[in-house]
């Protein structure tokens, strides 16, 4: 069963008219002005936490909470694919920050990470904080260079 409510202004404009509450039995939010006979919520001032489930054990307490999380620990990347990379001309050099002007991932954190799925055919140099195995086997392949970057953005030394 749907119900077609059909917002009806007195003006014809965008908003509905706010409820008058208080206003006398006919109006439908009379007496109590909607908030039910006695208990919490018919005080002024009130509200109830997020959470809140009438008394009712939450949620959160009912779930068992066990083990390890290192959500707080982990390091999050802005990752991209090496066929991606395709869409640069070739011998340009790709970071980030090019990345992100061509609109080609949106930025989840200041760290750059670079997967190896697809397949590149330009040549490119590519800087990032990560790459993995194959992204790096990709990109020599094609020609390139991988420049790994510290977690401040500097040119890491190769070993």
């Not at 909607?34 to 009130?46: D, I, N």
């Not at 997967?115 to 390139?144: N, P, Y």
Request: glycine share 16%; hydrophobic share 35%; aromatic share 6%.
């Amino acid at each position: 069963m749907t119900l077609n409510l059909k917002i009806v202004t007195s003006l014809g404009g965008r908003y509905p008219d706010r409820r008058r509450i208080g206003r006398g039995v006919g109006s439908g939010l009379g007496k109590t002005s909607g908030r039910g006979h006695k208990g919490w919520g018919q005080r002024s001032g009130t509200s109830r936490r997020p959470g809140y489930e009438g008394g009712q054990m939450p949620i959160y307490r009912r779930v068992p909470k066990r083990g390890f999380t290192n959500a707080r620990f982990r390091t999050d990347y802005t990752v991209i694919n090496v066929e991606t990379l395709n869409g640069f001309e070739a011998g340009s050099t790709v970071d980030l920050d090019a990345v992100l002007s061509r609109g080609l991932t949106s930025k989840v954190s200041p760290l750059f990470k670079v997967l190896g799925d697809g397949k590149l055919e330009k040549k490119l140099t590519v800087r990032a904080q990560k790459f993995t195995k194959s992204a790096l086997e990709k990109i020599a392949a094609a020609g390139g260079k991988a420049v790994v970057l510290d977690l401040q953005g500097r040119e890491v030394p190769a070993a």
